[in-house]
């Protein structure tokens, strides 16, 4: 069964402070990742997307990594504003059935000042 | 330019009726998504339309569920007889076509169902 497991579930940080968000996935076979930014009562935005030969894609401050070997990606964020603070969605497709992404349950990121 | 809209933002039901659930993707998208967001959960797919092909519809939780996309365009989702456990935020999605391409989300529409 394709799985995607994030971690942690929630994160407390301060402002300024970089952190890494993990996402771990099951889907086979694999197409592609996605990391999408979902603010309180928004729908979420995509922040970066990997294929298989791509190890690492930044997106301003925001850095995606992929190890397709071991079916993990991160989410680096650096310098983090408090405008980061939202859930942060894992989200992995199947070449065989692009149309249907697994979703993972995402991390709930609050930046305090 | 215009991105996916959906209507209503806020829907409150009683028990037992029916609604629908509109969703206007970007225009040219082929693919077309509906999701349902349960409160503090993630994603839950529910169906997907691409360009003129039949629509997965394996992640509809039940016969109640249905959706339909209009001359490639529009899509509703309508919920018979709704159930309390349908209260959830019901997002759209439209992308220029599956696989590699980004989904572009609406706002979503949260309902209620009393």
């Known amino acids: 069964k394709n799985q995607v497991e994030q971690s942690p579930q929630s994160l407390i940080i301060l402002e300024g402070k970089n952190c890494t968000l993990q996402?771990?996935?099951?889907?086979?076979?694999?197409?592609?990742l996605r990391w999408y930014k979902q603010d309180t009562g928004r729908g979420p935005v995509s922040l970066t997307i990997?294929?298989?030969?791509?190890n690492t894609k930044s997106n301003g401050r925001y850095t995606a990594t992929l190890d397709a070997d071991t079916k993990q990606s991160s989410l680096h964020i650096t310098a983090s504003q408090l405008s980061d603070s939202a859930s942060y969605i894992c989200?992995?497709?199947?070449?065989?059935?692009?149309?249907?992404?697994?979703f993972g349950d995402g991390t709930t990121l609050t930046v305090k000042p | 330019g215009a991105g996916v809209s959906q209507s209503p933002s806020n829907k409150v039901t009683e028990k037992g009726k029916d609604v629908e659930l509109r969703c206007d993707p970007i225009?040219?998208?082929?693919?077309l998504y509906w999701y349902r967001q349960s409160l503090g959960q993630g994603l839950e797919f529910l169906i997907y339309?691409?360009?003129?092909?039949?629509?997965?519809k394996s992640g509809l939780p039940s016969d109640r569920f249905s959706a339909e996309r209009t001359g490639g365009s529009v899509s509703t989702l309508t919920i018979q007889r709704t159930q309390q456990e349908d209260s959830a935020v019901y997002l759209c999605?439209?992308?220029?076509?599956?696989?590699?391409?980004?989904?572009?989300f609406g706002p979503g529409t949260r309902l209620t169902v009393t």
């Open positions: 225009s040219g998208h082929t693919a």
């Open positions: 996402c771990n996935y099951t889907v086979s076979p694999f197409s592609n």
């Open positions: 999605a439209s992308s220029p076509g599956t696989g590699r391409h980004e989904q572009y």
């Open positions: 989200v992995v497709s199947a070449r065989n059935n692009a149309g249907k992404s697994t």
């Open positions: 339309f691409q360009g003129n092909s039949a629509p997965d």
């Open positions: 990997m294929t298989f030969s791509e």
